[in-house]
Structures are given as C-alpha cells and as structure tokens.
C-alpha cells in the first residue's frame, strides 16, 4: 500500500522546502498526483520535488510563485507536463 494522490489544497502552505517531499532510497514515495492550489506559496526549494520522481501531475495554481530554481524538476522523471501555475523562468 503507497499513497497515490495528495490533495493539500486551499492551505497556509508559503514555502516549498526539501523537507515536504524528502527523498529516502528505502521509503520510496509513490505519489501519483500533487495539488497544492490555492495556497500562498512563494518559494520553491531546488529540492522541493526530490521524493516525488512518480508523480506524473502537480497543481501549484493560484499560488504566489514567481519563478523557481534550475534543478527544481529535475527528478520528476515521469511527469506528463510542466506543473500548472508555472512559467519556467529558471533563476541561475
């Protein structure tokens, strides 16, 4: 049994950190779909997604974000499309 879907929206959530999806060799995250909407995130961690590299949808729409770090996608190996409420800017 895992975990597939993951609805935090309509939170305080402010700030994505690594420590929100960690990425753990023996505690693999299966998650399938993430929806953070309607939250008031603003900053996105370069490791924010880290335990997240099955999810294949993340909705960060109607949050405050404007821009996120190179890398912060790097390990969603299987993500269909860019997360919604993004425009990739990337910040180097």
């Known amino acids: 049994f ?3 879907h ?3 929206s309509h939170n305080l ?9 960690p990425y753990h060799r023996y505690i ?4 399938r779909t993430v929806d953070l909407s ?9 490791r924010s997604f880290l335990g997240l590299s099955h999810a294949v949808d993340i909705d960060l729409s109607h949050n405050q974000i404007a821009e996120f ?3 912060v996608l790097i390990n ?3 993500l269909v499309h ?3 409420g993004l425009v990739y800017d990337p910040v180097i």
């Open 28 to 31: 693999p995250y299966k998650v």
């Open 82 to 84: 860019l997360p919604r």
């Open 69 to 71: 770090p190179v890398g």
């Open 6 to 8: 993951v609805n935090l």
């Open 38 to 46: 309607f939250n008031q995130i603003n900053f996105l961690s370069d």
């Open 13 to 21: 959530i402010g700030t994505m950190t690594r420590f929100l999806f």
């Open 2 to 4: 895992s975990l597939r």
């Open 76 to 78: 969603l190996t299987e």
